[in-house]
């Protein structure tokens, strides 16, 4: 069974820094992509940057220059570097990995991030 564990949410002003975290944990295969989602009120979930196993990365485009995707393989946690944070950057941030294999997505609980003065 896969586990993924987030940390390294908060309240932050505008123009400042976060650092997300997520530790995977269980039968996890070498080739993965492994990647964030933020979902606000009232909005759906969308993508925020992925990055694989190989180390390709994607951004959304709303957060290119400002948020960087960084992996460990060998520990299996990605990190989200999050700068010059806007309050359209509240939401609720949430960890996926996605095997390169038959079978489902796996999610985090999820770590809130509010962006407020």
């Known amino acids: 069974q896969v586990q993924l564990v987030e940390s390294g949410g908060g309240l932050v002003q505008p123009g400042g820094s976060l650092r997300l975290s997520c530790a995977a944990s269980g039968s996890i295969l070498r080739l993965n992509t492994m990647g964030w989602y933020r979902q606000a009120p009232g909005r759906e979930r969308e993508l925020v940057a992925t990055?694989?196993?190989?180390?390709?990365?994607n951004y959304a485009n709303f957060v290119k220059g400002r948020f960087t995707i960084s992996r460990d393989n060998a520990k299996n946690t990605v990190y989200l570097q999050m700068n010059n944070l806007k309050p359209e950057d509240t939401a609720d941030y949430y960890c996926?990995?996605?095997?390169?294999?038959?079978?489902?997505?796996?999610w985090g609980q999820g770590t809130q991030v509010t962006v407020s003065s």
């Open positions: 990055g694989t196993s190989g180390g390709s990365t």
């Open positions: 996926n990995l996605r095997l390169w294999a038959p079978g489902p997505d796996y």
